[in-house]
């Protein structure tokens, strides 16, 4: 067995796949969910326990537990093989072959941002820099801070990177790959980022994946500039200084969520290094996942103003969506996080986070805010306003406490809040499965399925079903012929064996061939449907004699006759043979 089987077999899909989506039960070998890779509210996401493999049925994805890796975390085949390997123990062996074109690239655009990350660093210590440097002093940043961060400045030349790429033989299409390069109509090269202060971004393991640049003059627009995304760089995917939190996360069961990387600075600064940002992207489902390893915990604590306090709100869904514990920081005299621990201090700060409130309050005080809470009109669209967000609790009994916990902090009745909330459960629980529609018949299904999954039926019937003509016109024939040829060769016939033969329209018939029939595959109705394709088609192949005899014959063809009524005896005698 080669090394990817064998860690195919070793590592459970569900297991793998259910750290990133919530996945639950839907027939005796299927699990469904979310899909993860398209924002839907019906799941149509589906793993397959058997024969390990996932499929969407509304965006279309689907692969084996490496390529979901893959895709999930941006990596290469051979890095997907390594995480598996090291996070489920099954030791990957030293000459495997797996270090692919893929990863080289990939190779040689961590070299580019490490590169990269030097020559900002050199730039802000050199005198180009000063403009830099005189923004930190105002912004208060001290020199261990800079130092810690790895701050640094792209200068104004614009052709800094270029030439240092060059020198070091990168091609142009990994310069411009890396995406700290860009490319001119008439092919000339230049730096993207030009006098900004530049904030690496780094992934989880702490390799350089992308720049933030902060514009040091006013005419600069934007005034943060973020690399693009690349191979290495998924904006929705990563969040800033997460590589360094961890730890402090961990310790402290406790992740704090600010808006920008100077609140990262400024927070870690003070004392607390379990503080992270999403870089100049509104918080998405996967970068919660990515801090949801580390704890359930978060303090979300996003500037005062109207804008941060909607972002705030709207990560709240996503949050608990993900099932984490939510506070919200509110600091006073409407500083952001950075100034609060400059201008108040650390002790400050620690007070803030400890008296920071479950996001239900926060949510519930904005809604009174907007209502008058003493008519009832008011009451109940502060109450239409929250029970959206209460539905979003993963968890049953949390729901129902904060469900009744409404009621009290608005000051309505109970049972009026219960009643609310038991209707949206229903009408969330009745469209919560999208079946796949299949284009294949039901016996169509059984027969691919018994192929699969049942070495000695397909064994009693594998040579009928050759020899049908039937097969030949279904839409699933390709797969039928790939089942013939693995059999030929003597080879496995195993879900990935015949999958990895077909192209992917026929993959997709594959899928739904495996996800509509559950459970075992029942013996005798497979046998009686493979009789009554062959007698079927017999009864096609007589009548088909039969007129082809009665031409002959008035064409005046004797001899051809003679010989078709021969034929014809013959797959009468033989059919009576088979019943008999
Ligand atoms: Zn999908």
């Known amino acids: 067995m080669d090394f990817v089987e064998q860690l195919k077999s070793s590592v459970d899909i569900v297991t793998v796949i259910g750290e990133y989506v919530r996945l639950r039960r839907a027939g005796a070998n299927r699990y469904m969910g979310l899909c993860p890779f398209h924002n839907e509210k019906s799941a149509s996401f589906t793993v397959h326990v058997v024969h390990q493999f996932y499929k969407c049925f509304s965006c279309g994805v689907s692969g084996d537990v490496i390529k979901f890796v ?102 142009v299409a990994q310069m411009e790959e890396s995406g700290l390069v860009g490319k001119r109509q008439d092919g000339s090269l230049y730096d ?63 992740v704090i969520l600010v808006e920008g990387y100077m609140d990262v600075i400024g927070v870690c600064a003070a004392g607390f290094p379990n503080v992270v940002a999403s870089c100049g992207t509104a918080l998405t489902a996967d970068q919660v996942r990515a801090v949801k390893r580390h704890s359930h915990r978060i303090a979300v604590n996003f500037d005062p103003d109207g804008p941060g306090a909607n972002a705030a709100e709207r990560s709240i869904d996503i949050l608990l969506a993900e099932g984490m514990q939510v506070r919200i920081v509110e600091l006073d005299g409407g500083l952001d996080p950075d100034e609060y621990c400059k201008q108040r201090g650390a002790d400050a700060y620690q007070e803030r986070l400890e008296i920071s409130k479950g996001y239900f309050y926060w949510l519930a005080d904005r809604a009174r805010a907007k209502h008058d809470t003493r008519t009832s009109e008011g009451k109940v669209a502060v109450l239409n306003f929250l029970l959206p967000k209460v539905q979003n609790i993963t968890d049953q009994l949390e729901r129902m406490t904060i469900a009744n916990d409404v009621a009290g902090y608005i000051g309505v009745d109970r049972g009026m809040v219960l009643d609310h909330f038991r209707k949206a459960v229903s009408d969330r629980s009745e469209k919560a499965i999208v079946r796949p529609k299949s284009l294949l018949r039901h016996d169509e299904r059984m027969l691919l399925n018994a192929l699969l999954s049942d070495a000695e039926l397909r064994g009693e019937v594998i040579g009928t079903l050759r020899s049908l003509r039937t097969i030949e016109t279904l839409p699933s024939r390709r797969i039928f012929q790939a089942i013939f040829t693995i059999e030929d060769a003597g080879g496995r016939v195993g879900f990935d064996e015949i999958n990895g033969r077909l192209e992917e329209a026929d993959q997709d018939l594959l899928a739904q061939a495996v996800l509509n029939e559950d459970g075992e595959v029942a013996r005798e109705e497979v046998i009686a449907s493979v009789i009554s394709m062959q007698r079927s088609e017999q009864q096609n192949l007589r009548g088909d004699l039969k007129s082809r005899i009665g031409e002959a014959e008035r064409a005046g063809h004797f001899d051809e006759a003679v010989r078709l009524t021969m034929e014809l005896q013959g797959l009468e005698r033989a059919e009576r043979g088979r019943r008999q």
């Open 192 to 254: 993207r980022f030009r006098n900004r202060l530049m904030f690496p971004i780094h992934n989880e393991t702490g390799k350089i994946i992308g720049f933030g640049g902060r514009a040091l003059s006013k005419e600069d627009e934007p005034k943060y500039l973020n690399s693009p995304e690349t191979q290495l760089y998924k904006k929705s995917h990563v969040l800033y200084n997460l590589h360094r939190a961890k730890e402090g996360v961990r310790k402290s069961d406790r």
């Open 70 to 171: 893959q895709e999930k975390e941006g990596l290469s085949f051979y890095e997907a093989l390594k995480s598996l390997s090291e996070r489920y123990g099954v030791p990957m062996p030293k000459r495997s072959g797996y270090a692919d074109e893929d990863s080289k690239v990939r190779g040689a655009l961590l070299a580019m941002h490490e590169l990269a990350e030097e020559n900002f660093r050199a730039n802000l210590a050199a005198g180009s820099g000063a403009e830099a440097r005189a923004y930190i002093a105002k912004r208060g940043l001290a020199p261990a801070m800079v130092d810690h961060f790895g701050l640094g400045h792209s200068d104004r030349s614009g052709r800094t990177l270029v030439r240092l790429f060059e020198q070091r033989g990168f091609p």
